[in-house]
């Protein structure tokens, strides 16, 4: 009489086996897709925000430029012939970079390239430099804002006297292009950033006007 036999036989052990490393391969697979997934949405991410504070950056500047004080400037205005060319031309492009004159914010405490000094009312005085005021004017700082690709850096400057900082790294490409409109001159910015460790690239644009033009000397 033949004994009953229970378990598994060699045959159901293997094939068990084979489907187990099946199921762990796919799983794996899924694993690594996954986490793929997650860090080039991490970098596309970084890369966005990265594109977000130097355009906003670079568009405040823009949509600053030319307004210096209460008062339209006129060419008479100008005693030096090198603050009537900058005041002249406040935004300037190039292929890969940008200069534009703008009065400095409240609370930034570097000297400034000129100093506007204006009753608001006809009488108007433009120093090199920091410029003592008194009470009878209001003074404003004026500078000069220079952006410059340097290899895969894009560098802001604030002043003619001061060094270049970084503003932000792996930039691949950036154009700029001034564009006169019937509806008013505005400047176009074409960023374009890399990540070298995921491959990816993206291309970011903005067009902003330049609101306050100033009468050529």
């Not at 100008?78 to 970079?97: L, M, N, T, Y």
């Not at 200069?99 to 405490?109: E, I, N």
């Not at 009488?123 to 952006?147: D, F, P």
Request: hydrophobic letters at 45%; glycine letters at 8%; charged letters at 20%.
């Amino acid at each position: 009489m033949r004994r009953l036999q229970r378990g598994f036989g060699l045959l159901e052990a293997l094939l068990a086996l084979v489907i187990g490393l099946m199921l762990m391969a796919a799983v794996s697979e899924l694993f690594v897709s996954a986490h793929q997934a997650w860090r080039l949405q991490g970098a596309a991410a970084r890369m966005q925000d990265d594109a977000r504070v130097a355009l906003l950056h670079m568009a405040q500047d823009i949509r600053m430029a030319g307004m210096f004080g209460c008062l339209r400037l006129q060419p008479g205005d100008f005693r030096d012939p090198a603050a009537r060319q900058a005041f002249g031309r406040p935004v300037e492009v190039s292929r890969s970079g940008l200069t534009v004159v703008v009065a400095q914010l409240p609370g930034y405490d570097g000297k400034p390239d000129w100093t506007l000094q204006t009753d608001c009312i006809s009488e108007v005085h433009i120093g090199s430099g920091l410029v003592a005021g008194n009470e009878r004017l209001w003074s404003y700082a004026i500078s000069r804002h220079t952006y410059q690709l340097s290899g895969t850096t894009l560098r802001f400057k604030r002043g003619s006297n001061t060094s270049f900082q970084p503003l932000i790294d792996h930039v691949h490409e950036i154009r700029f292009e001034h564009v006169p409109a019937q509806e008013g001159e505005r400047v176009d910015i074409a960023l374009t950033l890399f990540d070298p460790a995921m491959g990816l690239k993206q291309q970011y644009e903005m067009s902003v006007a330049i609101r306050n033009p100033v009468s050529e000397p």
